[in-house]
């Protein structure tokens, strides 16, 4: 997802290649200001709030956020003995989150000898994103990551011919399909439920999480598992995919065009886990807090 997710640009698998006259190193870091005020809640307290938050893209990774020291509550890092060995940025300790009579151990860290080249990270802590209650932008809750401000998703509608096949059988056909793009992703193709064969399809139990689309549901097709999906709920940005169902091109036979779609590159995905304290319904309602908290 992003600059430095899946495929994109500094992912370490893109499709696509920077052009540039010297070999460019097979691993980039790039850090840039988010330009936001982000917050951070743990145990029902605001320990950080910052206007200055530097945003570290890492290969493979999804964007981390680093708060000034200046902008953490005092008292709330407990320094442990725990040091680890980053690959770029070196030597990186360990802290304590405490709070209200609360600790919860190896949740923060700093690259405290940080190289020159990446210097500005040597005052600065990011905090384990599920080991805290919650983080805001303002006053939304942001799930799952660091925004990513490269990160992008744009749905198209198509009068293309999809064909969805199990065997001899026809699990969906349609006209009118409608298309994902997301930023470090293959496109997906989606299908309006009336052009699908939904006795063909089983729910399963279970769910994933997306930090730009929400909760997804899964299908079995004729003991093929997990075949298919849907976001019942789609949040708002990508609300025209809400509850169309789209399918494995490596479990059942997907055509468009008459041409068989095959699992490309950056179509395999770990799914990205739930955060802490948060419950499908507020996932649902894509919400954020009290404000009189």
């Not at 640009?9 to 499709?15: D, N, T």
């Not at 802290?95 to 690259?111: I, K, L, R, Y």
């Not at 499908?280 to 009290?290: F, K, S, T, V, Y």
Request: proline share 7%; hydrophobic share 40%; charged share 25%.
């Amino acid at each position: 997802m992003g600059l430095s997710w899946q495929q994109g640009p500094l992912g370490g698998a893109s499709v696509g290649r920077l052009l540039a006259p010297e070999p460019i190193p097979a691993r980039l870091l790039f850090a840039e200001p988010l330009r936001r005020r982000m917050r951070v809640r743990f145990r029902d307290e605001w320990i950080a709030d910052s206007e200055d938050v530097l945003l570290l893209h890492e290969p493979a990774r999804y964007p981390v956020a680093y708060f000034p020291v200046a902008d953490i509550r005092s008292g709330v890092l407990v320094k442990e003995e725990r040091a680890t060995q980053h690959r770029d940025l070196g030597s990186t300790e360990w802290f304590a989150v405490t709070s209200g009579g609360n600790s919860t151990p190896h949740s923060a860290w700093q690259h405290s000898a940080a190289p020159d080249f990446a210097a500005e990270f040597r005052n600065r802590v990011a905090f384990a994103w599920r080991a805290m209650d919650a983080f805001f932008e303002e006053d939304e809750r942001i799930v799952g990551h660091a925004a990513d401000p490269y990160h992008r998703i744009d749905i198209r509608d198509s009068s293309r011919h999809l064909q969805v096949k199990l065997r001899d059988r026809v699990i969906a056909d349609t006209k009118r399909p409608v298309v994902l793009f997301e930023s470090g992703f293959a496109p997906r193709w989606y299908v309006r439920r009336d052009d699908v064969d939904m006795s063909a399809l089983v729910l399963t139990e279970g769910q994933t999480f997306c930090p730009y689309k929400g909760l997804a549901s899964y299908y079995d097709i004729d003991g093929v598992k997990k075949a298919a999906w849907s976001y019942p709920q789609a949040w708002p940005e990508v609300q025209r995919v809400s509850n169309l169902v789209s399918f494995e091109p490596d479990k059942v036979v997907v055509s468009l065009d008459g041409k068989i779609l095959l699992m490309e590159p950056g179509q395999s995905v770990t799914p990205h886990g739930v955060d802490r304290a948060l419950d499908p319904d507020e996932i649902l309602r894509r919400g954020g807090m009290d404000r009189s908290q």
